[in-house]
């Protein structure tokens, strides 16, 4: 598990930890929010515990940790004095403007974002489908596009003034995470939010 050195109570898993009721019972919280995740742009304010059909979900309430599941995409936590919130971000997230919908929740002077592990641009090969799109975070070698995803909230970050981390862990390159782009598999590493 990799700990947010920005935000306390927030924590990253490798594909060694695949139980969401044990990971609730390590940090001692008492339910969870997770989300049903589509690759939308859909912000939902989480009151209770349960499945929420969006791509990012807030709240306020102590005792109630948020769940991000990703492979390759980038699972990305945000805090503020009141609130928490959590977001699943692939390229798809960033061209339909997923985060400025986040940070409509949030008091973007007190914001912290912590971003954990991902698919990196020394690895994330993409084509014109996606470059077209997104061609200011396109990294080219050797003939080829990578996609470097992280630099969008580094850039919103530099722009509006939130502190923010970016874990430089490779999901494609680093065996330690599971990996859709690199192997194709359904599984999942966690990330949880909690107050």
């Known amino acids: 598990m990799i700990e947010s050195k920005l935000i306390s109570k927030a924590l990253f898993t490798d594909k060694s930890f ?17 989300m049903d995740q ?13 499945n929420y059909k969006s791509d990012g979900i807030f709240t306020s309430k ?14 990305i936590f945000l805090k503020d004095k009141t609130s928490i919130g959590a977001v699943h971000v692939g390229w798809k997230g960033i061209k339909n403007k997923i ?6 929740n ?29 061609y200011e975070y396109i990294d080219k070698r050797e003939g080829k596009e990578y996609l470097n995803m992280s630099q969008s909230l580094v850039d919103l970050s530099n722009k509006i003034g939130f502190k923010i981390e970016v874990s430089s862990i490779c999901t494609i390159c680093d065996s330690s995470y599971n990996s859709y ?14 107050k």
């Not at 044990?22 to 919280?29: F, M, N, Q, S």
């Not at 589509?38 to 349960?50: P, R, V």
């Not at 008091?107 to 084509?127: F, I, T, W």
């Not at 782009?181 to 909690?194: C, F």
């Open 18 to 34: 695949n139980n969401l009721d044990e990971l609730k019972d390590h940090v001692g919280i008492k339910s969870y929010a997770s």
């Open 38 to 50: 589509t690759h939308s742009n859909k912000i939902i304010s989480a009151k209770k515990s349960g």
């Open 62 to 75: 102590k005792n109630l940790g948020l769940i991000v599941k990703t492979a390759d995409c980038m699972p």
């Open 99 to 104: 985060i400025i919908n986040a940070l409509k």
């Open 106 to 134: 949030f008091n973007l002077n007190e914001l912290l974002m912590s971003v954990g592990p991902h698919a990196q641009s020394c690895c994330y090969e993409v084509k014109e489908d996606v470059s077209k799109y997104l």
């Open 181 to 194: 782009r690199e192997n194709k598999t359904s599984k999942r590493q966690y990330g949880l939010i909690w």
